[in-house]
């Protein structure tokens, strides 16, 4: 496999567990812990390890097809092989799309919240499309990832969790928090319905791992490091995330975290540790900022790919002459995330994403199924069958938890995307002739 590709085999086991890492860890905990204590109470750890197990089902399948066809850009081209259609296709890459918009959508009102506040008072109809202009300037004036950028806002975002769990555990140490509060269930009867609906938002915390499919190809030994990485990544982020649930939980009450945008940094006052409230806020708005732009460059470049394959109108193909930048791409994206971000709670957006997601990785479960019998000329990772029928059952439960406001929106950005498809398909056949 050394001379399969014309790409640079540049990216070291090291490199890809930190980058798998990077594209999972910080952003949604940030925001999130509060709307998971809104529904699951004090055990906000056991949906974050639900949410977990049925991430590594998923992304057993990944790590299967990844090493199996190094080459294959996602789960759209993990699609178009093993159904050989193009409608299909095309709706597995924009769920991908719908899922990158929304996520900035989501990671803008989250910006705009508490965690803004210690340093200026703006309402988030006014800083979220704000944020939102700077990220789409920042996007399109193009940049130049590096291994040591990536590492270093990978490194704030891991340690901002990690002083979370060391304040806490301070605390605790001086007699402070009520550990107790880690098995409070939430009131009423559907505790079971409950948590697995704090499951669905505990989902959006752990995807970004589907992403590393598209660095496949310049992976050394993709076949022996991929899953090691994949697999590893995911485990820590899990810990880590459960952790810091523990520690939320035993410092505040289900009520006073559901009640704040900035959850974790209303964990480090309720320490007295005394560290200054602008620090942690700090590292939360670097986390948060670092997730839209990653994922603003993400859906700008799909919506780009797509218009150059024919699948979306061809002026989203348009670059700025001298930044080489998809202009009409990050305008369109970014337009639409600014329309959700003024209409959408987070709880709501969050799960919006997990909802699009959810359909990219069954067409991924079931590709590997389909594909079982197709053999390579290399050695590959093969997971047992039973897994990705696993994680079928469980990309069926969680769609089982979604509201019906929730699918509303999702089927309104799906008829935008099927309409902008038609319509592409009905210029090119007008040219055609």
């Known amino acids: 496999m050394a001379s399969d590709t014309r790409l640079r085999r540049g990216i070291t086991p090291w490199l890809l567990f930190v980058f798998i890492l990077g594209d999972v860890l910080g952003a949604g905990v940030y925001a999130l812990m509060g709307e998971l204590a809104a529904d699951a109470g004090g055990v906000i750890w056991l949906p974050i390890l639900i949410a977990l197990g049925m991430a590594l089902l998923t992304a057993a399948s990944y790590a299967e097809l990844v090493t199996k066809y190094p ?35 989501g990671l803008a009102v989250a910006f705009a919240g508490d965690y803004l506040g210690t340093f200026v008072s703006a309402p988030v109809a006014v800083a979220a499309p704000l944020f939102l202009v700077l990220v789409a300037l920042l996007n399109a004036r193009g940049i130049k990832e590096s291994v040591r950028s990536n590492m270093a806002m990978t490194a704030v975002e891991f340690s901002g969790l990690v002083l979370i769990i060391v304040l806490v555990g301070i605390a605790v140490g001086r007699g402070g928090g009520e550990v107790s509060r880690v098995t409070e269930f939430p009131e009423g009867d559907g505790m079971v319905g409950a948590v697995l609906a704090a499951a669905i938002i505990a989902f959006y915390s752990f995807v970004g791992f589907e992403t590393s499919a598209n660095v496949a190809e310049e992976v050394q030994d993709v076949s022996r490091v991929y899953p090691k990485a994949l697999f590893g990544a995911l485990a820590v982020t899990g810990a880590v995330y459960v952790l810091v649930a523990l520690a939320s939980s035993t410092m505040l ?9 900035g959850p974790l940094l209303e964990v480090v006052r309720a320490t007295g540790i005394g560290l200054p409230a602008w620090v942690f806020s700090l590292i ?16 700008s470049r799909l919506t780009y790919g797509m218009a150059e394959e024919g699948l979306l109108p061809a002026p989203l193909a348009r670059v700025l002459p001298h930044r080489r930048t998809p202009w009409v791409a990050i305008v369109v994206t970014t337009a639409m995330s600014m329309i959700l971000a003024a209409f959408g709670t987070l709880a709501t957006l969050a799960e919006t994403v997990v909802l699009f997601l959810l359909f990219v990785f069954i067409s991924t479960n079931l590709a590997v199924l389909v594909l079982r019998n197709d053999s390579v000329p290399h050695v590959h990772f093969r997971v047992p069958r039973a897994i990705p029928v696993l994680a079928l059952i469980s990309c069926a439960i969680l769609l089982t938890q979604q509201t019906w406001q929730v699918w509303l929106l999702g089927l309104v950005l799906v008829l935008v995307g099927v309409c902008a498809y038609a319509l592409q398909r009905a210029v090119s056949s007008t040219g055609a002739r």
């Open 71 to 105: 080459k294959a850009g996602g789960a759209a081209i993990f699609a178009q092989r093993a159904f050989g259609n193009r409608l299909v296709s095309f709706l597995v890459g924009y769920c991908m799309l719908a899922a990158g918009v929304v996520s900035v959508a």
């Open 284 to 299: 939360a708005l670097v986390a948060v900022a670092n997730g839209a732009l990653l994922t603003s460059i993400m859906s």
């Open 253 to 261: 009450p289900a009520e006073d975290l559901s009640g704040s945008s």
